[in-house]
């Protein structure tokens, strides 16, 4: 538990049970203990077909845990309901949840159930964002915003004022000057009054990686010149009164409430500017930024965590419009928030399998001939080859290191010019790797090669350096024996993972060759990978998604049921993206197998199998029997 510091990201969701396995408290570890469910139970029961109700999914896997995210939605508005509570504030919370973050129609369609009596609603920034925050709000709450973000065109604007004809409650976000016509002219010819709000590009910056969207040279948002521009079009038109809502995003993961509550004090001030011009302003929008603590230090020092529990985010947020809108007499503004991160991150865990390990000394060769080595070097090399016994004999690394590097040199040197053969490199590239483990007084880092595409489905690893926790699901009562690195199955170097939370170049992790005899596979969850990932994920290699299940609790404790399984796209899926037609693949494939007369039949069954199969590797080990005593 301590070696992966699941107490600081995981709580209060994941732990480790007795069995040494992952545990998921899907409505919070605190508020009902004994409905943990057991995390390698899920994949033993999703991927392995001979089990009772086994679904036969291929790993990797992500597990979805709706209560999670009913838990999350609920904590969020509970924190601005205490803050408005105590604060005496004028106003509710009313947030939405912008379905950029993960657009997965169950996730989407979870979020608007479980929000219905917080009038909870969706952020949409493009039009088929748009279609599907429309269909989903249909079941929302009626006073549910529908916040339309996102540059925009005719046809987008069109979209929105038809949700609003559809009495969903739309609000189109002005991003750009230039919308604002787009925006008067589609509402004149539907006949539409529209509700605007104003995107405004605020001073105040966020430092880290997510703030380059915030701060005066920001992509996003208009100036104060433009905000006033358009506050004057649209009292010349009279439509000031459909200008209600301000919105802005300093940038996603907030470090600190300083600077939260700086951003909202500066973003209060132009509302109240707003009202003070004759805008009907009713909405602040503050955006995203709530961030979640990857590495669990609650610090605030990085990208990878926050220094402020939800109370305290909410606190700042209340505390800083309550004071402006107080000092210019405003009425205090409905609050609405944009949580995308906060709300989704903790929902999922991909788990992915380990399939073997490799350590550079793996190949050192037993029984090494050093008369045989010796006699075919160069004079030079010969001498490398004494100093570096000698320094050996000694126990001094440092001048062994030296030795082994110029000897290795000296002797790929000598291969090139074809005076050493290859016999004798590899003679050398041996000894200096026996010296080497004769030297360190511990294995060095292995390479554990994992069932997965770093490209598919971390891929904020890849593109910006976000770090999220990973550890093995299960053997956690035993002490790891060895620290290993992650290498995908993509044919590209990037395609590795050597840095974890909290600056480690490895992980700690167990050797997994001889685990049951070498039955059962080695399995790793990456957490807190619910936000951005999915959509995010290319198809490097033409690797496609994971397999999907949905995991609710059900009946008795530490019981679960499985309330939807998709396997990942197969081979024909991904190779479709691309244009490629499988059927016609297969057909001229088919028609190649038939010319062989006596392979026909069987080649053409082998061929529709593996267009049919997906494209990660198939587990050879099978997922080891557990623990059956606990209900599932
Ligand atoms: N709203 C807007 C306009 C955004 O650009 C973003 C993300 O960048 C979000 C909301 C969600 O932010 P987060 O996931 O940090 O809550």
Redesign the pocket.
Known sequence: KKLYGVDGWGAPYFSVNCSGNVSVHPSGAETLPHQEIDLMKVVRKASDPKSVGGLGLQLPLIVRFPDVLRNRLHSLQAAFDYSIRSCGYGAHYQGVY?V??NQDRYVVEDIVEFGVPFRFGL?AGSKPELLLAMSCLTRGSPEAFLVC?GYKDEEYVSLALMARKLDLNTVIVLEQEEELDTVVEASRALGVRPVIGLRAKLRTKHSGHFGS?SGEKGKFGLSTTEILTVAKKLQRMEMLDCLQLLHF?IG??IPTTSLLADGVGEAAQIYCELARLGANMRVIDI????GIDYDGSHSGGSDMSVGYSLNEYAAAVVQAIQKACDRKYVRHPVICS?????LVSHHSVLVFEAISSTSSLDSVPLGLDLAYLVEGLGDEARADCRNLMAAAMRGDCDTCLLYVEQLKRRCVDQFKDGALDLEHLAAVDGLCELVAKAMYASEPVRTFHVNLSLFTSIPDFWAIGQLFPIMPIHRLEQRPAVNGVLSDLTCDSDGKIDRFIGGRPSLPLHDFSGHNGGAGGYYLGMFLGG?YQEALGGMHNLFGGPSVVRVSQAGGPHCFAVTLAAPGPSCADVLRAMQHEPALMFEALKRRADECVALGESLAACLARAFDSMPYLVSARGVPVIDTTIAD
Do not use: D, I, W
């Open positions: 912008p950029k973050c952020e973000n969207t995003h996603s993961q955006g995203g930024g709530l944009e949580s995308g991160r906060a936000a």
